[in-house]
């Protein structure tokens, strides 16, 4: 050891400028070489969280057969004239342990962008992925009052069934508080709008299905769906958007009708009685809350907005002319719904005359006041 140290040191003072070099190039190496091994280990890292920002936590690899996916048919396609985009997607079913099958599909996450729908694209969802592949459950969403959300809901002829996805733009029962879908969130609960609200209710409904009848096939399950869903008319579903609003009953359907009386138009300042009838296979419902609700409040008002019904099924809320128009009032209780037209005229010619002749009096009978005070 003493000897490496002598010859070392006597070897470095003679040739400083050689060993100081040597030294420096083994420092400049290392430094190099552990820079490059940060910077692939950052790009990788950073690649990685990227793909999982867009695809998700994924855990499974679909292959096209063990040929695997041809991407010249995809140039070809891509190329093709009056193709906007195109993008690769393979479909493959799983068989489970209990029978059952499992379908999953596999998408290039970058290529297929274009096609993808979030539930807020107010699109035909028959454009998109995956609303628009085969063995799935499409779905659109309602708000409060069951009738779709035009500004955001994808509809359209893919669309199987309508569910409750909430309008955070909208108060219908009058709460204070908008009628988005109250959700969890982190450190509690926040309220939101969307399809993504509208598919786990499908979900939800779904698996009591199959809770009450396991031997339901996805076949099956979607016919139970939509046979058993509320319809909607055309004001409630302008737009296509399947065999109507979820409904959780396989039974008797709950059915709301709706009478104004007097049924008659409103004046200016005048009410009448909004009286509504809920009941399932011809019996009446008790119990059961009720929202009304003006489509122009400031044509017609109604109050209160909600009531439950009593042990005849019905509730009541008033209705008030508040300026000449027309509006639509509608009564709904679990997911059924009725609506009937209200209308507040122009001031008529016998009210005019008689506003006339009270002006005309008023000013006769100052007139006389101010002569005898003379």
């Not at 991407?71 to 479909?91: D, K, R």
């Not at 998408?107 to 992925?129: I, M, T, Y």
């Not at 598919?199 to 031997?215: D, I, K, R, T, W």
Request: proline share 5%; hydrophobic share 45%; aromatic share 4%.
């Amino acid at each position: 050891m003493t000897l490496v140290r002598f010859t070392t040191l006597r070897h470095l003072s003679r040739a400083k400028l050689r060993s100081g070099l040597t030294v420096f190039g083994l420092a400049l190496g290392v430094a190099l070489y552990v820079a490059i091994r940060l910077c692939n280990e950052s790009v990788d890292a950073s690649f990685r969280d990227s793909i999982t920002g867009v695809s998700g936590a994924a855990t499974l690899e679909v292959l096209g057969g063990e040929a695997g996916f041809d991407e010249l048919t995809l140039e070809t396609v891509a190329a093709t004239p009056g193709v906007l985009a195109a993008a690769p997607v393979i479909q493959r079913a799983v068989a489970l342990d209990d029978g059952a099958s499992l379908v999953i599909l596999g998408v290039d996450p970058f290529s297929e962008a274009p096609f993808r729908a979030n539930g807020l694209d107010a699109a035909d969802a028959s454009d998109f992925l995956p609303a628009s592949c085969e063995n799935v459950i499409t779905v659109a969403a309602s708000d409060a009052r069951g009738t779709l959300v035009t500004r955001y809901s994808n509809f359209g002829p893919a669309i199987e069934v309508m569910a409750p996805g909430g309008d955070v733009a909208r108060d219908d029962d009058g709460d204070g508080n908008n009628d988005g879908v109250l959700s969890m969130v982190q450190g509690g609960y926040a309220r939101y709008n969307g399809t993504s609200m509208a598919a786990p209710h499908v979900a939800g409904v779904a698996a009591l299905y199959l809770a009450q009848e396991p031997a339901l096939t996805p076949a099956q399950l979607l016919t139970e769906l939509q046979n058993h869903a509320l319809p909607r008319t055309a004001e409630q579903c302008p737009r296509p958007c399947g065999a109507g609003l979820l409904s959780a009953l396989r039974g008797d359907q709950i059915v709301a009708s709706l009478v104004l009386d007097p049924d008659k138009e409103l004046d200016d300042g005048e009410t009448t009685t909004a009286r509504t009838t809920v009941t399932a296979g011809g019996s009446p419902l008790a119990g059961k809350a009720v929202l009304f609700s003006s489509a122009n409040p400031s044509v017609a008002s109604v109050s209160p907005s909600s009531a439950v019904t009593d042990a005849s099924g019905r509730a009541q809320a008033t209705v008030r002319g508040e300026s000449r128009g027309d509006t639509t009032l509608t009564a709904s209780a679990n997911g059924a719904s009725a609506s009937r037209p209200v209308r507040v005229p122009d001031l008529s010619l016998v009210g005019i005359l008689l506003l006339v002749g009270g002006a005309v009096w008023l000013d006769l009978m100052r007139k006389r006041e101010g002569s005898a005070q003379e």
